[in-house]
């Protein structure tokens, strides 16, 4: 048997946030447990699957008005985050998932859910949310902005973000929040790359959801490293590849 456990603020110290569980005291893990006990007045759902005393997977989701996602969906609940561990998928713990934050905005009247996927990086694939109804409402580049329309009121649709990254062309630029407790080490390996390459790192904290909505160079808003204006990874990486992908992109 499973349960899906509602996280609070009141239980979330049990419970965490699924990511990192096993490294609590992590600055990474810190980080995004006070993140999270922000955003909970915001109105953000975190659900956990547990079965059999162990986490098989988790959503997180919040009111489109609030997201940390470069989407203009207000009307819409935003999933930011849905996975499911590779060995547990098949048991229906995401369709629980998925219908318990659709019906959580059914119940705020909003208009639909929406979510960014892509196959690359970490965001989810779309060929689940595809069976469940979900419609492709607007791309760019490997970004695909999915939607569930209740009524048939105001799509969302991805910023104009694109022109972002050209006017950041001195050295690296690294757009980032504290929504992932794995962004904190990526950034460390970043740096740690720059150094040895003798290359300017800055760093743009994303502190705000108007700002990750508004400010980041891709639909993530978690992510973003930005290389003499071009946008070269918006995944964590370790310093050697981070290294690798530098000198690939280097003029």
């Known amino acids: 048997m499973f349960e899906m456990i509602n996280v609070t603020s009141e239980n979330v110290h049990t419970y965490g946030f699924f990511c990192m569980r096993s490294k609590p005291k992590e600055e990474g893990y810190q980080s995004k447990l006070q993140w999270l006990k922000e955003r909970f007045k915001d109105g953000l759902s975190l659900k956990i699957i547990q079965e059999d005393g162990k986490q098989r997977g988790f959503i997180e989701y919040i009111p489109g008005e609030f997201t940390w996602r470069a989407v203009n969906a207000k009307k819409y609940m935003v999933i930011h985050c849905f ?3 590779g060995k547990n998928k098949g048991k229906g713990f995401g369709s629980t998932l998925l ?3 659709i019906r959580e905005a059914k119940a705020m009247n909003l208009s639909g859910v929406a979510l960014v996927t892509s196959e ?3 965001l989810p694939n779309k060929t689940f949310f ?6 492709l409402v607007d791309q760019i580049a490997e970004f695909e902005l999915m939607a569930l329309d209740f009524n048939g009121e105001g799509t969302p649709r991805f910023y104009d973000w694109q022109e972002t990254a050209k006017d950041y062309s001195d050295g690296i630029t690294v757009f980032k929040s504290d929504q992932c407790p794995f962004i904190h080490d990526a950034v460390l390996n970043l740096n740690e790359a720059a150094e040895e ?3 300017n790192v800055k760093v743009i904290e994303l502190d705000h959801f108007e700002m990750a909505q508004q400010k980041s160079p891709t639909p993530f ?3 973003t490293v930005v290389f003499e204006g071009r946008i070269i990874s918006y995944h964590p990486q370790t310093k050697n590849k981070f290294v690798k ?4 992109n280097k003029a």
């Open 83 to 85: 996975w499911i561990a």
């Open 99 to 101: 219908n318990e934050c």
């Open 120 to 122: 690359r990086g970490w």
């Open 130 to 135: 595809e069976k469940k109804g979900f419609r």
């Open 197 to 199: 390459l003798d290359i």
């Open 221 to 223: 808003g978690v992510f």
């Open 245 to 248: 992908l530098l000198q690939e």
